[in-house]
């Protein structure tokens, strides 16, 4: 409990709470200095919450703290039945409830402001089924609903931004960065014009210069046209060809088809579908509804404390030793006659797992063909709809292999000579610093020496008088070359600046007395933007207070339209709901046949005995057809033996026949061969 108060005064002394408690003074809080501590910080998750507890009934403000954790789905610890102690205790600004509460807020602020903010607009309106029947409700409801789902989506792709780590500083720099790109391009194209307009003829050869472009655009455009027609021709002949393949293949597989081949391939899917829908997915859709089953018991199941579970363990650990203990007594009991059927059972176990996981295998392959015939029709229509013609098979995929081949031979081939010019620009590179540090340790050597002789500085003052004295002699010259030239030049410059003194005297007269009233004018500018800056700021704060308010009013005005539409809907249901029983209730007590027939009860009532009456005429309909099964089977089997009997004896009399007429034709033939 301590480190529980420890952390709540941590969180507390932090922004945007900044109370300054400690053990002690958090400790000695009363009730109700505790409750608005815990409104503040509920307040700080849901700006709804901003309210003073003073002025609020206590059950109204354990009404809306309560709904308002269950929103956030905190969950008090003890038993989870005990809700009316919890109820209390957030009345009375119980310590043992309180502190738990705010312990729980302030550790997960940030997730809990984020699981109010939604709740404000994935809050979805129960309305009844009766209200839904109605056209304009239905879609009003489902428009709703529509705009839930779009709300979710945006909000996703705001997250999604928001950790995608773009920024608007950043996008604004690139925007001001393509501002002055866009500013130095009009001012490039301003000097290109003002160069040009200088060429005689100019428009002429701006005319000639378009009429060039658009010629060798329209090439280009033309030059694209061929090379698409081209690919089209190309891509057409493939088509042809593979569409003559595959009539070729398709009269081929007609040919080689029999109706044997045919009907055998029909059994086999025949047997595999009865098999999966008389054993395998009844199995499955069985075990479904038992894990189903399960996972609801658990869900109703109330919230279980650690001595449940550990009684839970407890229980199951007694099952196992006694299933244990079941097994080794039917072990040593080693009844030959079990074993035989163990034996079966175990074979017959072995050859259904065998026979399911073919089934599985057979099911997986099925759906992983068809995943991949998809596929490839949709690859086929995007490559159908993006080149006009569809994916390379046979010997166009064997070139196109081996041209992507030769392509990664000759890559290679271009690595591995960037490989070797890299280790020797490494090597080079490395010479190259071996040879500064020997120079390096060859200077220091030698500024060494020279301390050593007591001439410091000698070589580098000799490098450097060497390179002044270079430098001096090129002066030199070029003052001798220059010479005249400078005079020349410095004596019509003093005569430029003599004009232009002359011209600007006037213009600085004028000047004088207009600084001194820039000055002025500079002034009283920055004094009355100071006052435009502080009028501004006041009326800033007054307008974000002011709509700070008008938001408040507005969701206060929206959260009381929604209640009172709620409330005339309720209202409407209840009357609806009391008309009716009222119309059952007339009609139930109505001395009028006709009238009490249209009640409920008696509908339901006369369904009942009609459904009663065709189940006593269906159980003796059963009764009669189990009665006269066994006759009618005996009947069913004599007419068969019957049947079979005729049958003998119709092939035996044909059999006769053919016997007479075959002794009557070689008669014939012996009284043939004695007349002649």
Same mark, same amino acid.
């Given at each position: 409990?301590?480190?529980?108060?420890?952390?709540?005064?941590?969180?507390?002394?932090?922004?945007?709470?900044?109370?300054?408690?400690?053990?002690?003074?958090?400790?000695?809080?009363?009730?109700?200095?505790?409750?608005?501590?815990?409104? /503040?910080?509920?307040?700080?998750?849901?700006?709804?919450?901003?309210?003073?507890?003073?002025?609020? *009934?206590?059950?109204?403000?354990?009404?809306?703290?309560?709904?308002?954790?269950?929103?956030?789905?905190?969950?008090?610890?003890?038993?989870?039945?005990?809700?009316?102690?919890?109820?209390?205790?957030?009345?009375?600004?119980?310590?043992?409830?309180?502190?738990?509460?705010?312990?729980?807020?302030?550790?997960?602020?940030?997730?809990?402001?984020?699981?109010?903010?939604?709740?404000?607009?994935?809050?979805?309106?129960?309305?009844?089924?009766?209200?839904?029947?109605?056209?304009?409700?239905?879609?009003?409801?489902?428009?709703?609903?529509?705009?839930?789902?779009?709300?979710?989506?945006?909000?996703?792709?705001?997250?999604?931004?928001?950790?995608?780590?773009?920024?608007?500083?950043?996008?604004?720099?690139?925007?001001?960065?393509? &501002?002055?790109?866009?500013?130095?391009?009009?001012?490039?194209? /301003?000097?290109?014009?003002?160069?040009?307009?200088?060429?005689?003829?100019?428009? $002429?050869?701006?005319?000639?210069?378009?009429?060039?472009?658009?010629?060798?655009?329209?090439?280009?455009?033309?030059?694209?046209? =061929?090379?698409?027609?081209?690919?089209?021709?190309?891509?057409?002949?493939?088509?042809?060809?593979?569409?003559?393949?595959?009539?070729?293949?398709?009269?081929?597989?007609?040919?080689?088809?029999?109706?044997?081949?045919?009907?055998?391939?029909?059994?086999?899917?025949?047997?595999?579908? *009865?098999?999966?829908?008389?054993?395998?997915?009844?199995?499955?859709?069985?075990?479904?509804?038992?894990?189903?089953?399960?996972?609801?018991?658990?869900?109703?199941?109330?919230?279980?404390?650690?001595?449940?579970?550990?009684?839970?363990?407890?229980?199951?650990?007694?099952?196992?030793?006694?299933?244990?203990?079941?097994?080794?007594?039917?072990?040593?009991?080693?009844?030959?006659?079990?074993?035989?059927?163990?034996?079966?059972?175990?074979?017959?176990?072995?050859?259904?797992?065998?026979?399911?996981?073919?089934?599985?295998?057979?099911?997986?392959?099925?759906?992983? +063909?068809?995943?991949?015939?998809?596929?490839?029709?949709?690859?086929?229509?995007?490559?159908?709809?993006?080149?006009?013609?569809?994916?390379?098979?046979?010997?166009?995929?064997?070139?196109?292999?081996?041209?992507?081949?030769?392509?990664?031979?000759?890559?290679?081939? @271009?690595?591995?000579?960037?490989?070797?010019?890299?280790?020797?620009?490494?090597? +080079?590179?490395?010479?190259?610093?071996?040879?500064?540090?020997?120079?390096?340790?060859?200077?220091?050597?030698?500024?060494?020496?020279?301390?050593?002789?007591?001439?410091?500085?000698?070589?580098?003052?000799?490098?450097?008088?060497?390179?002044?004295?270079?430098?001096?002699?090129?002066?030199?010259? *070029?003052?001798?070359?220059?010479?005249?030239?400078?005079?020349?030049?410095?004596?019509?410059?003093?005569?430029?600046?003599?004009?232009? =003194?002359?011209?600007?005297?006037?213009?600085?007269?004028?000047?004088?007395?207009?600084?001194?009233?820039?000055?002025?004018?500079?002034?009283? !500018?920055?004094?009355?933007?100071?006052? !435009?800056?502080?009028?501004?700021?006041?009326?800033?704060?007054?307008?974000?207070?002011?709509?700070?308010?008008?938001?408040?009013? $507005? &969701?206060?005005?929206?959260?009381?339209?929604?209640?009172?539409?709620?409330?005339?809907?309720?209202?409407?249901?209840?009357?609806?709901?009391?008309?009716?029983?009222?119309?059952?209730?007339?009609? !139930?007590?109505?001395?009028?046949?006709?009238?009490?027939? =249209?009640?409920?009860?008696?509908? !339901?009532?006369?369904?009942?005995?009609?459904?009663?009456?065709?189940?006593?005429?269906?159980?003796?309909?059963?009764?009669?057809?189990?009665?006269?099964?066994?006759?009618?089977?005996?009947?069913? =089997?004599?007419?068969?033996?019957?049947?079979?009997?005729? &049958?003998?004896?119709?092939?035996?009399?044909? @059999?006769?026949?053919?016997?007479?007429?075959?002794?009557?034709?070689?008669?014939?033939?012996?009284?043939?061969?004695?007349?002649?």
């Amino acid at each position: 409990m301590s480190e529980q108060i420890k952390a709540i005064v941590e969180h507390l002394n932090k922004e945007p709470f900044k109370k300054n408690f400690n053990l002690i003074t958090f400790d000695s809080l009363e009730p109700m200095q505790l409750l608005q501590l815990l409104n /503040d910080v509920l307040a700080t998750i849901d700006p709804k919450q901003d309210i003073d507890i003073r002025e609020e *009934m206590p059950d109204q403000m354990a009404r809306r703290m309560f709904s308002l954790l269950g929103m956030l789905k905190y969950k008090p610890p003890g038993n989870p039945s005990d809700t009316s102690n919890f109820r209390q205790g957030l009345v009375t600004g119980s310590k043992p409830v309180i502190h738990p509460i705010l312990h729980w807020l302030l550790l997960r602020i940030n997730e809990l402001k984020k699981r109010a903010y939604l709740a404000r607009f994935l809050f979805k309106l129960e309305v009844p089924a009766e209200f839904l029947q109605d056209d304009v409700v239905a879609d009003t409801y489902h428009q709703y609903e529509e705009l839930v789902e779009s709300f979710k989506n945006y909000h996703k792709e705001c997250e999604s931004l928001k950790s995608s780590g773009f920024s608007t500083a950043e996008i604004r720099r690139d925007i001001g960065s393509m &501002e002055e790109e866009k500013d130095q391009l009009i001012k490039r194209v /301003d000097r290109l014009k003002k160069r040009v307009e200088t060429v005689s003829n100019h428009q $002429r050869m701006l005319e000639l210069a378009r009429q060039l472009r658009v010629e060798k655009e329209r090439e280009e455009s033309l030059a694209h046209q =061929k090379q698409e027609q081209k690919n089209q021709l190309f891509h057409a002949d493939q088509r042809l060809q593979r569409s003559q393949q595959q009539l070729k293949d398709l009269r081929q597989a007609a040919a080689d088809a029999k109706p044997e081949s045919l009907m055998k391939r029909l059994e086999e899917e025949i047997k595999f579908n *009865m098999y999966m829908v008389s054993d395998k997915l009844p199995k499955e859709l069985e075990s479904k509804r038992t894990t189903v089953q399960y996972l609801q018991k658990v869900v109703a199941e109330p919230v279980m404390g650690q001595a449940e579970l550990g009684e839970l363990e407890d229980k199951i650990r007694e099952m196992n030793i006694q299933i244990n203990q079941l097994i080794e007594k039917r072990m040593m009991r080693n009844d030959p006659i079990d074993d035989k059927h163990s034996l079966f059972r175990q074979q017959a176990s072995i050859i259904s797992r065998k026979k399911e996981a073919k089934a599985e295998e057979l099911q997986e392959a099925r759906e992983e +063909l068809a995943s991949v015939e998809k596929e490839l029709a949709h690859k086929n229509s995007q490559a159908r709809d993006s080149d006009g013609a569809e994916v390379i098979k046979g010997d166009e995929f064997k070139r196109y292999v081996s041209k992507l081949r030769s392509k990664s031979t000759l890559y290679k081939k @271009r690595r591995q000579e960037v490989a070797e010019l890299r280790a020797e620009y490494g090597v +080079l590179q490395r010479t190259e610093d071996i040879l500064k540090q020997r120079h390096e340790a060859l200077q220091q050597q030698l500024q060494s020496m020279e301390a050593k002789k007591g001439i410091s500085g000698y070589s580098n003052t000799q490098e450097e008088l060497e390179r002044v004295s270079s430098i001096k002699s090129e002066l030199d010259e *070029m003052k001798g070359r220059t010479l005249d030239d400078m005079s020349g030049m410095v004596k019509k410059l003093n005569s430029v600046i003599a004009e232009k =003194k002359a011209a600007l005297a006037p213009v600085i007269k004028e000047l004088r007395p207009l600084r001194q009233k820039c000055q002025e004018l500079t002034q009283e !500018y920055e004094e009355k933007k100071a006052q !435009y800056d502080s009028c501004a700021a006041g009326l800033e704060s007054n307008r974000s207070k002011l709509e700070q308010e008008v938001r408040g009013l $507005r &969701e206060q005005n929206t959260e009381e339209e929604s209640r009172y539409h709620y409330i005339n809907c309720m209202r409407q249901v209840i009357e609806m709901q009391m008309q009716r029983a009222a119309d059952e209730m007339r009609a !139930y007590v109505s001395p009028d046949p006709q009238e009490r027939r =249209k009640a409920v009860r008696e509908q !339901y009532t006369k369904n009942i005995t009609e459904q009663e009456s065709l189940g006593k005429k269906l159980r003796e309909k059963q009764k009669a057809v189990r009665e006269s099964h066994g006759p009618n089977m005996k009947q069913v =089997k004599m007419w068969r033996d019957l049947e079979q009997l005729l &049958e003998c004896k119709k092939q035996c009399h044909l @059999r006769a026949q053919s016997q007479a007429s075959i002794g009557h034709v070689i008669q014939e033939g012996g009284e043939d061969r004695l007349v002649l």
